[in-house]
């Protein structure tokens, strides 16, 4: 069965103390994995796409890695405003025609000054 | 700049009631999801449509229908509103299937109350 789960579920960092989110997926036939930035009652926004084991993407304070097991969104020396839900997703060629996305829970980081 | 709208943010029905939720995106896309969004169990796929006039079920398409008679538009339909259906609705669209590796791009959603 195709399978996405992220770790922590919750992580609570000082401002500037670096980390990483955990993305661990078990699917047949990965055609891509995304990473999206929810904030309370508000719709997931994009941040990276990631297709084939090695890759890797940056934007600002933020990498997202993708190996062929897992993928880690590493948060350096995060802000107050980095503080938000992020959600892990994969389309993989055996869910729904390789469409939709499966989704993981979701992990809530808390940053404090 | 890619945008999807729906039409209410928060919305408070009563049982039995039939609800509309709708979705508008302007960029044209192909493919239109409607996710419901729970504490503890994340998002879940109730239906999504390839294109115009075309629907496909998710995972908990029980309860729903859905209507695709414009390209841009895609609405999602309570039968007969129940208390369990008390969620956070979040639409999203995509550009056609054959380019595989496209992102989703979610509206703001709506919440609904089931009294």
């Known amino acids: 069965e195709d399978q996405v789960t992220q770790s922590p579920e919750a992580l609570r960092l000082q401002e500037g103390e670096s980390s990483s989110l955990n993305c661990s997926y078990t699917?047949?036939?990965?055609?891509?994995l995304f990473w999206y930035r929810q904030d309370p009652g508000k719709g997931p926004e994009f941040l990276f796409t990631?297709?084939?084991a090695g890759e890797e993407k940056e934007k600002e304070r933020l990498k997202a890695t993708l190996t062929k097991k897992e993928s880690f969104l590493h948060i350096t020396a995060p802000k107050p405003e980095d503080s938000a839900t992020y959600l892990c997703a994969v389309q993989a060629e055996g869910y729904q025609a390789g469409t939709a996305l499966i989704f993981g829970k979701g992990t809530t980081l808390s940053v404090s000054s | 700049d890619v945008k999807v709208t729906q039409s209410s943010r928060y919305l408070v029905k009563r049982t039995g009631e039939k609800v509309f939720l709708e979705c508008v995106q302007d960029?044209?896309?192909?493919?239109m999801f409607w996710y419901r969004q729970d504490p503890g169990l994340g998002l879940r796929l109730i239906y999504f449509?390839?294109?115009?006039?075309?629907?496909e079920k998710g995972d908990i398409p029980e309860g729903y229908s859905v209507s695709r008679e414009k390209k841009e538009r895609f609405s999602l339909i309570l039968e007969s509103a129940s208390t369990n259906q008390t969620s956070m609705y979040l639409c999203?669209?995509?550009?056609?299937?054959?380019?595989?590796?496209?992102?989703?791009?979610f509206g703001p959603g709506t919440r609904l109350t089931v009294l």
């Open positions: 960029m044209d896309h192909e493919n």
């Open positions: 990631l297709y084939s």
């Open positions: 449509s390839y294109d115009v006039k075309m629907k």
């Open positions: 699917v047949s036939g990965l055609r891509g």
């Open positions: 999203a669209s995509r550009p056609d299937r054959r380019f595989t590796y496209n992102e989703q791009f």
